[in-house]
């Protein structure tokens, strides 16, 4: 299991609820997650033999253990929006963790 004490960050997640006229997506309520791990993504930049420049976007990761923050999103968060505070994130992807056949939690990716 993980020490508690890496568990540094918090974040809000939202689920989209609908569009407005002009297509601009509409968020429900926000649940708080806390305490969470959030390892930020990444940008590469690869220089390819035709002189052009290749950008790899790695995804984040927000780790949550239930034993810490007992809140399960299900897969309706997927496109909805993360913020941790300075900057907002869509969720890409919601994994689930186990161990010995036990869920202790779940991996959220963000972009």
Request: net charge neutral; hydrophobic share 35%.
């Amino acid at each position: 299991m993980i020490d508690k004490r890496l568990l540094i960050d918090s974040v809000t997640i939202e689920k989209v609820i609908g569009r407005d006229e002009w297509g601009k997506e509409a968020y429900g309520d926000k649940l708080s997650l806390s305490p969470v791990r959030f390892d930020r993504s990444t940008t590469l930049k690869h220089n390819t033999q035709n002189a052009k420049d290749e950008i790899e976007r790695k995804p984040g990761i927000v780790f949550v253990y239930t034993k810490f923050c007992p809140v399960l999103p299900d897969e309706s968060y997927i496109d909805g929006r993360l913020t941790d505070g300075n900057r907002s994130y869509r969720v890409v992807g919601l994994i689930p963790i186990s161990l010995f056949k036990k869920q202790i939690g779940y991996e959220i990716e963000v972009v």
